[in-house]
């Protein structure tokens, strides 16, 4: 078989998926409406960002009321403990789910379906469930993102768990090992590093979330912000959103250090 011949269905292909890239972005552009800008959004555009540009420094720390500070550490707290709930909940989920754990596919299959199921929810959505049922405020903060996490970090377990080398738990059956002894000495070993990476990498993103919760009256420092939003008042925005950076920031990179010791 020729080059050419080679090359010609792989062009075919290549223009086929092009195509159809295309239409899906035209298709998204026709089923948008833009509506143009107002008269005012120049001055309210120039409004916003001199507000934000010129932060309020009062609201970073108040003794006798609500600041900044205390909200940051409201949604630090929500996220290490939603974090912490999740990284210890989702590893049943994920020994169910590995391929390698289990000779049956009802199984395995069973497993990612519960986290596939588990992920379909977003946090907003858990939040405002969860909001009715305990109340406005972090706790309902901290059980909506411990259980959406519990999907996210169960598929990502269960991924490193299908990874790991057989080698050693092969040798420890054969010596006459259990199946916890195996657990023990040979899988958990490989995995927990993994583990930890990826619970860090879920801490970073749930602090985000958590930012966000907020608005809806799960906690943390979206409530002010919702507040101040409202008020129109661009100077405490920008402040809150100034907090948030700063706060996002200082995490990844110390995250970002201690994943790559881990793995």
């Not at 900044?68 to 709930?85: E, K, N, V, Y």
Request: aromatic content about 12%; glycine content about 10%; hydrophobic content about 55%.
């Amino acid at each position: 078989m020729s080059t050419k011949s080679v090359r010609k269905p792989f062009r075919i292909r290549y223009w086929l998926v092009a195509i159809i890239v295309l239409a899906i972005y035209v298709w998204s552009f026709t089923g948008i409406e833009f509506g143009g800008l107002t008269e005012n959004a120049g001055r309210d555009f120039a409004t916003i960002m001199s507000g934000l540009f010129n932060p309020d420094w009062g609201f970073v720390y108040d003794p006798e009321g609500e600041d900044l500070l205390r909200g940051l550490l409201d949604t630090l707290g929500i996220s290490i403990i939603g974090t912490f709930i999740s990284a210890i909940l989702c590893v049943p989920f994920a020994f169910w789910a590995a391929t390698n754990m289990s000779r049956y596919r009802a199984v395995t299959g069973s497993g990612k379906f519960m986290l596939s199921l588990i992920r379909t929810f977003p946090e907003i959505i858990m939040a405002i469930i969860f909001i009715k049922a305990v109340g406005p405020g972090a706790y309902a903060g901290v059980l909506a993102l411990g259980l959406h996490s519990i999907g996210m970090l169960g598929k990502l377990y269960s991924e490193a768990i299908e990874n790991l080398d057989m080698g050693p738990t092969e040798a420890l059956t054969a010596c006459g090992a259990n199946r916890l002894q195996v657990l023990w000495f040979a899988i958990m070993p490989q995995v927990l590093p993994h583990f930890f990476s990826f619970a860090l990498y879920r801490f970073e993103i749930n602090i985000r979330s958590a930012s966000i919760l907020g608005l809806i009256g799960a906690g943390g420092i979206g409530a002010p912000l919702i507040f101040a939003l409202e008020a129109r008042a661009w100077n405490r925005v920008g402040i809150i959103l100034l907090g948030i950076i700063v706060m996002v920031t200082i995490i990844d990179i110390i995250s970002s250090s201690i994943r790559k010791r881990l793995v």
